[in-house]
């Protein structure tokens, strides 16, 4: 059933469409922190970070999609790229579907955490706010001069194209029986290399916009952590950034980007031990799965761009440390390594939007046969899968690490196996039946 109170914004736009594009440099200057701190600081920049995004103009405010080659955007730092991105182009935060890309020698920002790590003398140990706000500006004056020159649309289309030999999930299943998580983005085992790839999604599915039969922009999405290797200071934005810049290379009249789906649980493990020479390998099996998706694209006539918005109330845990007392004692702890304390700020932080009483958006775009969804944090793969089984007749393009504040989000299978337990989850068990029933009002609109 319909329940119009549950939802943030129910709105439809009508044609005439018009498109504008735009990207901005975001690279993190030498010495800020990766990865929230937790792996070494930027040492080099291997290959520039981007924000891309496209604003859909119609007949009601502007839809804005924006992807972030960012490890993660939480909480206050999150509200402000969608406010800042709203006013300029005219519209409203809940109508930016913003997300981070998740590349790990990229930046975690989160003013309020980093607020409360320099109380305690610990600045820019998680990000440098300053730069971060000035990124924003960036972008927003990006996008100002993009809104200068729209391009017409007439059509969108859904293209779907398989990737293989890049994913799998985290979850293997040793031989003596136990259940192990422990298959992470470059898995040097052979025996667990060997393992079945377990629960995926293997389809990349590429959102595209058209004028007539000249195409405007790709958005593409997958779900994969998107890292071949890191941790040693190489700001990258991986082999997901190789094969959006190739894909951007061949194409140039085609605004390309890519959005990493949900991927809490999926890694390139199985087909990655970490070798640098495998960088190039994975990206041209990105590459590959964007140009099928691409040769595989039906394109229907844009007559509606309906968007719907479910509040999302995650309980944050209390337990493992993460409880308000603990966090704070942690926080405050000169003895623990700054890395915890980062962690404990970012616990700390999520509670406070909790207590606000400000729910996480789940926001969808219904173009009729094809739809957009943004769901929060390290979603699990299922929740994808979920949505798209909710939508047979519509293509899914399933952005994850929209409001990165809850950190992992575990199905019910993986809270049971203790997942919550791990240090970058910050919610309790009991995820999954909340996020069904937002992609309920979601995906199918009631």
């Not at 004028?211 to 700001?235: C, E, F, I, N, R």
């Not at 082999?239 to 140039?252: K, T, Y």
């Not at 704070?328 to 980062?342: G, H, I, M, P």
């Not at 969804?373 to 899968?385: A, M, N, R, T």
């Amino acid at each position: 059933m319909f329940v119009p109170s549950l939802l943030a914004a129910v709105c439809v736009l009508s044609a005439p469409y018009q498109l504008a594009t735009f990207r901005e440099d975001v690279t993190i200057p030498l010495g800020h922190a990766c990865m929230g701190g937790g792996v070494s600081p930027a040492t080099e920049v291997v290959d520039p970070l981007y924000a891309h995004g496209v604003v859909l103009l119609g007949a009601e405010k502007p839809l804005v999609f924006a992807t972030v080659d960012w490890c993660e955007i939480r909480n206050d730092a999150y509200d402000h790229w969608r406010t800042a991105l709203a006013e300029a182009a005219g519209t409203t935060p809940e109508r930016v579907l913003l997300a981070s890309v998740h590349q790990h020698d990229a930046p975690v920002v989160d003013y309020e955490a980093q607020r409360l790590l320099d109380a305690v003398g610990l600045e820019k140990s998680l990000c440098d706010v300053p730069f971060a706000r000035q990124c924003v500006d960036r972008v927003v004056a990006a996008m100002k001069e993009a809104l200068k020159t729209p391009q017409p649309v007439t059509h969108y289309g859904i293209g779907i194209g398989k990737v293989e030999g890049v994913t799998s999930n985290r979850r293997i299943v040793l031989p003596d029986g136990t259940v192990s998580y422990g298959r992470g983005s470059a898995t040097k085992d052979p025996a667990l290399q060997a393992l079945p790839e377990g629960i995926i999604d293997p389809y990349l599915k590429t959102l595209s916009f058209w004028d007539g039969d000249t195409p405007l922009a790709a958005l593409s999405a997958y779900s994969t952590h998107p890292m071949s290797y890191y941790g040693k200071g190489g700001v990258s934005a991986d082999f997901v950034g190789m094969a959006r810049a190739r894909r951007q290379a061949e194409l140039p009249e085609v605004f390309q980007m890519y959005f990493t789906g949900c991927s809490g649980d999926t890694t390139a493990g199985k087909f990655n031990d970490g070798d640098p020479a495998n960088r190039p390998v994975l990206a041209d099996k990105m590459y590959q799965g964007m140009v099928k998706a691409w040769e595989n694209t039906q394109r229907y006539p844009l007559e509606q761009a309906t968007l719907r918005v479910a509040p999302l109330n995650l309980v944050p845990k209390s337990f493992g440390g993460y409880s308000e007392a603990d966090a704070r004692a942690t926080l405050a702890d000169a003895s623990v390594k700054t890395f915890t304390r980062n962690l404990a700020a970012m616990a700390l932080s999520y509670r406070k939007r909790v207590d606000a009483g400000q729910p996480i958006d789940v926001p969808v775009v219904d173009f009729g046969k094809a739809k957009f969804l943004i769901l929060p944090g390290e979603s699990f793969v299922q929740y994808q899968i979920t949505a798209q089984g909710m939508s047979p007749d519509a293509p899914v393009v399933t952005a994850g690490f929209g409001e990165c504040a809850p950190g992992y989000i575990p199905t019910a299978i993986a809270s049971a196996e203790g997942y919550n337990d791990e240090s970058w989850c910050w919610v309790e068990p009991g995820a999954e039946p909340l996020i069904t029933d937002a992609l309920a009002l979601t995906v199918l609109g009631k």
